[in-house]
């Protein structure tokens, strides 16, 4: 259930765009999903989350995504800014379950 | 991150060695979680524990490794004769969590980076 070792993928946005991050989950039971974002030499920090009773859920410039049928997480950021520049995992929780399950993260670079 | 305070946030060692990790959980909370990083990776689960209790350690390495959360003090996760391959970095994650249940209110430390020489 943790994420395979591989090169991150790497999204560049230009300033001021929208950013729209994707991610595929691998559990059907999974019933909650969360979004972090990993600034470079910090910790995961929590962004949004949103249930699986949900297809859609918005937050302050964030939006997440979930298509249930596809088992696919979408994490749109508004206005793209420089501080937005972050490595962003999705995380999935099985239902009754305490681990969370790591996708692999997108690394979004901001161009000025 | 919310309090979550991990120490100390660099730690190098020989090979042989013993790591001790530690971490103290947002006031409060009674739930701590170990995850181990590698460069470019994403978060690997380690052991989930309560107050003297290791609830789940499926993803700890049986030789080595062990960890603690005592009921007074910080969550100690030590690494015991480390090896080259230890170096990575480990992050301390608390909750609440009155049922055990992973909600958003899960935080993490800033982690601590081990580097083995």
């Known amino acids: 259930g943790e994420s395979v070792g591989l090169h991150l993928p790497t999204l560049s946005v230009q300033e001021g765009d929208n950013s729209i991050i994707n991610c595929a989950y691998s559990n059907s039971a999974s019933d909650y999903f969360i979004w972090y974002k990993q600034e470079s030499g910090k910790g995961p920090q929590f962004i949004i989350d949103?249930?699986?009773n949900m297809d859609k859920r918005q937050g302050q410039r964030v939006t997440v995504l979930l298509n249930k049928t596809v088992k696919h997480l979408s994490l749109q950021i508004a206005a793209t800014q420089p501080g937005d520049s972050a490595v962003y995992f999705c995380?999935?929780?099985?239902?009754?379950?305490?681990?969370?399950?790591w996708g692999a993260g997108t690394k979004l670079i901001i161009k000025p | 991150n919310a309090g979550v305070m991990q120490n100390p946030r660099h730690l190098v060692r020989r090979r042989g060695q013993e790591a001790r990790l530690r971490c103290s959980p947002v006031?409060?909370?009674?739930?701590v979680y170990w995850y181990r990083q590698l460069p470019e990776e994403g978060l690997k689960f380690m052991v989930y524990l309560q107050k003297e209790n290791i609830i789940d350690e499926s993803g700890m390495p049986k030789e080595r490794f062990s960890a603690e959360f005592p009921k007074e003090g910080p969550s100690i996760l030590r690494i015991q004769q480390v090896v080259r391959g230890d170096s990575a970095a480990y992050f301390c994650?608390?909750?609440?969590?009155?049922?055990?249940?992973?909600?958003?209110?899960?935080?993490f430390g800033e982690g601590s980076r081990l580097t083995v020489l």
């Open positions: 994650a608390s909750s609440r969590g009155t049922s055990g249940r992973v909600t958003g209110e899960l935080f």
């Open positions: 949103i249930r699986s």
């Open positions: 995380a999935e929780i099985p239902d009754s379950n305490y681990q969370l399950i």
């Open positions: 006031k409060g909370h009674s739930h």
